[in-house]
């Protein structure tokens, strides 16, 4: 069935609670509203407020509550609203919900999912365009995937739900209604931890994931008509990272372009560079090369400004250029 990817979290959520009674939803506006981009629309009248559960305005609460709820044997998805409220529950995440599988020997899990939209483009100006995966990326005993096709969103979204650990799954918001394709009717899971190669090519690797993916294949699109191969891999999981396509890619086309909207400076192509670097150094022909956001404290409002911060397809054709010229 041919599906957006707000309507593939929408209808995966409700086939996953109808299969299993411990899944159950809370968050901001949640329930009644279906949340603020509906991705939850319609299944307050279906589950009832015991399943989805509007919460009060407090992420702190929200996460300290499905944490809880995951340690008796729950399966609890909280949202949060946008990335960019996460940080208040940034203790119950980093120092709760990460660290019980290890604390405790292995004797409790946290099988708890983190639904959050991010990402710029939308006018969503500072406090709702930021992108926070390399924040979270830091910490081992979370898992963080990035689906950016309708098939990855409903087969990431059911592993996370399986997955004993947590998992912080990102939803870019450009990409809610601007990215359909086909999403089969069986159950299937994406695993955590593969990326996938998106397009073949021979004369640079390009990496990205979430919407920078979709600038990315355009980008090597017009790269074909002027006799340049890329490569565009789309990691989809950005902890654990599929290292092996990594450097399988780098090997074959020996130059690598990092494609992501976030923030240069430790960002997570400075993690993806350095490890192409100790791994597969001998293969690169040319430097490694990023197209990332700019190192300001947040997206701008204004239409210019934005389009400025953001990353595109003419931005990543560019440095494409550069490093195939080396």
């Known amino acids: 069935m041919h599906k957006s990817i707000i309507e593939t979290i929408r209808d995966t959520l409700r086939s996953e609670m109808a299969r299993d009674e411990r899944v159950f939803i809370l968050g901001e506006d949640v329930g009644v509203l279906g949340g603020v981009f509906r991705a939850t629309d319609g299944l307050y009248n279906v589950f009832g407020a015991e399943r989805v559960i509007d ?139 593969k990326a996938q190669v998106k397009r073949a090519g021979s004369d640079l690797s390009i990496f990205a994931y979430g919407m920078m993916l979709h600038e990315s294949l355009a980008a090597a699109e017009t790269l074909a008509h002027e006799d340049i191969s890329a490569e565009v891999i789309d990691l989809r999981s950005l902890l654990p990272m599929d290292w092996e396509t990594i450097f399988e890619s780098v090997r074959k086309t020996n130059r690598a372009l990092i494609v992501h909207e976030d923030t240069c400076t430790m960002g997570l192509g400075a993690e993806i560079g350095a490890r192409i670097a100790e791994q597969a150094f001998l293969d690169l022909d040319a430097p490694i090369m990023r197209v990332t956001g700019p190192d300001l404290p947040g997206v701008p409002f204004n239409e210019i400004g934005e389009q400025t911060f953001m990353v595109n397809a003419q931005k990543i054709a560019d440095a494409a250029r550069r490093l195939a010229a080396f």
């Open 55 to 193: 919460t009060p305005i407090s992420e702190l609460a929200i996460i300290g509550v499905a944490i809880g709820a995951a340690g008796v044997g729950l399966r609890p998805i909280a949202e949060i609203e946008f990335a960019d409220f996460i940080h208040s529950a940034f203790d119950q995440i980093v120092s709760e919900a990460a660290k019980l599988r290890y604390r405790t020997n292995g004797d409790w899990t946290c099988p708890l999912v983190i639904r959050t939209p991010y990402g710029g483009g939308i006018h969503g100006a500072i406090y709702h365009s930021q992108s926070i995966e390399a924040t979270f990326a830091h910490f081992p005993g979370i898992k963080i995937v990035a689906p950016s096709t309708p098939y990855d969103a409903k087969g990431l979204l059911r592993a996370a739900i399986a997955d004993p650990d947590p998992v912080l799954y990102l939803e870019h918001k450009k990409t809610y209604r601007a990215i359909k394709g086909e999403v089969p009717d069986e159950d299937y899971i994406v695993p955590i931890g």
